[in-house]
Nanobody
Framework: QAQLVESGGGLVQPGGSLRLSCVVS????????MAWYRQAPGQERELVAQISTLKTTAYADSVKGRFTVSRDNNKRTLYLQMDNLNPEDTAVYYC?????????WGQGPQVTVSS
């Protein structure tokens, strides 16, 4: 099973930016549909952004125009560029790799947006 290692979380002020990375230990990374989810305290985990094997992207309405998902198949890495962050973006962010109904999760770094 693929291992997913995330990095890039932390504390940022409102209006600031962060970039999350998710490295996938699989030689078939290019075959995975990749996604970012987040879970705020007391809330259900929600889909933030998704990118297909053909690099087609989709976003939750709450992050459209502010977040950008991308992937580098040569580096086996998924990215989430988060701009104009607001306190409502505070959550644990998880990357997910899906292939033919099987999936794996990253460990989930904390992102905190606060002044």
């Amino acid at each position: 099973q693929a291992q997913l290692v995330e990095s890039g979380g932390g504390l940022v002020q409102p209006g600031g930016s962060l970039r999350l990375s998710c490295v996938v230990s699989s030689p078939v990374f290019n075959m995975f549909t990749m996604a970012w989810y987040r879970q705020a305290p007391g809330q259900e985990r929600e889909l933030v952004a998704q990118i297909s094997t053909l690099k087609t992207t989709a976003y939750a309405d709450s992050v459209k125009g502010r977040f950008t998902v991308s992937r580098d198949n040569n580096k086996r890495t998924l990215y989430l560029q988060m701009d104009n962050l607001n306190p409502e973006d505070t959550a644990v962010y998880y990357c997910k790799a899906t292939l033919r109904g099987s999936y794996a999760w990253g460990q989930g770094p904390q992102v905190t947006v606060s002044s």
